[in-house]
């Protein structure tokens, strides 16, 4: 079966760190770029980044909300991706899910998504 | 950044009706669109990929189309297990971005 499972979720304080981590099964993970998407409560989604394989050198590309604070990064031998979370703030409170890129030659989704991490920054 | 938008931003419906989401996108993004459903408390999950392509294990009572601009889905017969939020998403260019949603609930 095809999944993705996150973990690392938590409170912590503004200005704190977390690193969600991703893991994955059923598909050749190191062929995959892996997608972040966060929900703010009671909002919709908003994509937060994706890092891609080995065969593209792992490039990222960020959302403007979380450039220069967010940093993804994966270990394709432990089927791991992870988003380490710099200098948090309060509107990053979110439940925050990984999800694998799906392609059909240039057509690309999202699919299958994990059952998503809270994380919560608060004083 | 391209803007997704959706209408209705909710609507009503009773089980058996036929429903019609509707997405537009600010700019052209081909048939780069993608539609998905969530309902409470869980992961959303993908219904169609590129404007009309039914992912395995999808129910047939689901289709979409458009392309360019204006991109719609429709459900034909609705379920009870179709009701939740439904978003629209480009994947045409990064940043990717999702339309505001569609709450279907059950009248």
């Known amino acids: 079966e095809v999944q993705l499972v996150e973990s690392g979720g938590g409170v912590v304080q503004p200005g704190q760190s977390l690193k969600l981590s991703c893991v994955a099964a059923?598909?050749?993970?190191?062929?995959?770029?892996i997608h972040w998407v966060r929900q703010a409560p009671g909002k919709g989604l908003e994509w937060v980044g994706r890092?891609?394989?080995?065969?593209?050198?792992?490039?990222?590309v960020y959302a403007a909300s979380v450039r220069g604070r967010f940093t993804m990064s994966r270990d394709d031998s432990q089927n791991t991706a992870y988003l380490q979370m710099n200098s948090l703030k309060s509107e990053d409170t979110a439940v925050y899910y990984c999800s694998r890129g799906a392609w059909y030659g240039p057509i690309k989704w999202l699919a299958p998504w994990g059952q998503g991490t809270q994380v919560t920054v608060s004083s | 950044d391209i803007q997704m938008t959706q209408s209705p931003s909710s609507l009503s419906a009773s089980v058996g009706d036929r429903v019609t989401i509707a997405c537009r996108a600010s700019q052209t993004i081909s048939n780069y669109l993608n539609w998905y459903h969530q309902k409470s408390g869980k992961a959303p999950k993908v219904l169609i990929f590129?404007?009309?392509n039914l992912p395995s294990g999808v129910p047939s009572r689901f289709s979409g189309s458009g392309s360019g601009t204006d991109f719609s889905l429709t459900i034909s017969s609705l379920q009870p297990e179709d009701f939740g939020i439904y978003y629209c998403q480009q994947s045409y260019s990064t940043p990717i971005t999702f339309g505001q949603g569609t709450r279907l609930e059950m009248k």
């Open positions: 590129g404007s009309s």
């Open positions: 059923g598909f050749t993970f190191g062929d995959s770029p």
């Open positions: 890092i891609k394989g080995e065969g593209y050198s792992y490039a990222t």
